[in-house]
């Protein structure tokens, strides 16, 4: 079967450089806050043109973190998409905050600026005509305060517009960029994209170690320090001293050891990323409307963290493609705002129409640095038979 994600292909090109990183933090010991994580910091902040680079335990540790520093607490108003991973509004509620969904764009899959707009009027008129609220909702109790795109697949969000609604509405920009690090919006890098940027290195991510990791990504000094402090169980100036309430969201050394090879290795794949979704874009193109292949507007750049496309019958391309050994997978099957996590929030059926449609019809295709040709000639010869 073709593998859907390629770790042991990466693993065997770098594996000097990483074996040789673990045996030195195995020399030295310094398995917490070590020399690499400081050094994988640095080469971070070089690699996405952002002044500070706080690492951290996970992608979901990094929005947590961010939303921490950012002051997001009780009953304020924090708006995200609903076609994301459940680790995106989970930590808005984590802090008893209140996530207000917003629709999505159809073609980039990503919150729609316009309809972000209608949201925010909305929540301030307390008004669900003009865009669905959480059941209960008062805006006398509620305050807006942030907002939080996902780089979906890889592809960032529409930051200039995004930035111009937050402006008028003085709201903190959380950049999800889990699984958008590597890509660019406009000449810059994802993660540097927001007031501040959160990525994640799970495995399977463009940039992925071998366990649970995370960075947090800003421009903004203050916000960088309340960072450093939270990491740690909110730190003062010695370990006994805490200034704040914190967590335990340190990177281990390993991973760091682990992710600066990779680190260094990473603009080649993506080059190589990029060359794989060209390879299936063209031989798909001749699919007509039994497929919607993905977009990508015009100055940025997707790092393809997946290569996901809309099929009106995705179930009998999945049984097809099943059948003949080549894996395929659905991001997401049910948005979050019909989850039963969220059931308290009232939201309906038709309530985010948009996300709802491509949880429908969304499907993902095998993508990695390490796709060959003949791989994608056969999984695109074969869906082209299917559909």
Not at 238 to 255: F, P
Request: charged share 20%; aromatic share 8%; proline share 6%.
């Amino acid at each position: 079967m073709t593998p859907f994600v390629v770790l042991k292909a990466q693993f065997a090109h770098l594996e000097k450089e990483i074996r040789v990183g673990i045996d030195t933090v195995l020399e030295h010991g310094r398995y917490i806050m070590g020399p690499e994580v400081a050094e994988l910091e640095e080469q971070l902040a070089d690699f996405s043109g952002s002044k500070h680079v706080v690492t951290c335990s996970s992608g979901t540790d990094a929005l947590l973190m961010a939303l921490m520093a950012a002051g997001i607490g009780e009953g304020d108003v924090v708006f995200t998409t609903p076609f994301t991973f459940i680790a995106t509004a989970e930590v808005i509620s984590l802090l008893g905050a209140i996530p207000v969904f917003v629709d999505i764009d159809p073609r980039t899959f990503n919150i729609d600026p316009a309809k972000l707009a209608s949201a925010i009027q909305a929540v301030q008129q307390n008004d669900p005509s003009l865009s669905p609220l959480p059941k209960g909702f008062s805006a006398k109790k509620s305050i807006p305060k942030a907002v939080i795109p996902v780089d979906l697949f890889g592809l960032p969000a529409e930051y200039d517009a995004i930035h111009t609604v937050a402006a008028e509405n003085n709201l903190f920009v959380l950049e999800d960029a889990a699984q958008g690090f590597g890509g660019t919006y406009k000449g810059k890098q994802a993660g540097s994209l927001g007031h501040a940027g959160a990525v994640s290195f799970f495995p399977a991510k463009p940039l992925g170690c071998y366990g649970d990791g995370g960075a947090i990504f800003t421009d903004d000094e203050q916000l960088a320090e309340r960072l450093v402090s939270i990491r740690v169980h909110g730190k003062g100036t010695e370990k006994y001293d805490n200034v704040r309430i914190g967590l335990n969201g340190r990177l281990d050394t390993l991973q760091a050891a682990i992710l600066l090879p990779k680190l260094r290795a990473f603009p080649e794949e993506i080059t190589n990323r990029q060359r794989a979704a060209d390879m299936y874009t063209e031989r798909l193109a001749s699919a007509g409307d039994s497929l919607i292949l993905p977009f990508v507007p015009e100055c940025l750049t997707s790092v393809w963290a997946q290569y996901s496309m809309l099929c009106e019958n995705r179930d009998e391309l999945q049984k097809g493609l099943k059948d003949a050994g080549v894996p395929s997978m659905i991001y997401y099957p049910k948005p979050l705002h019909l989850q039963s996590a969220y059931e308290q929030l009232g939201h309906r059926d038709g309530d985010f129409p948009v996300a709802e449609m491509c949880s429908r019809k969304i499907v993902s295709l095998p993508m990695h640095p390490y796709l060959e040709e003949s791989v994608v000639e056969d999984i695109t010869g074969k869906i082209l038979e299917i559909v």
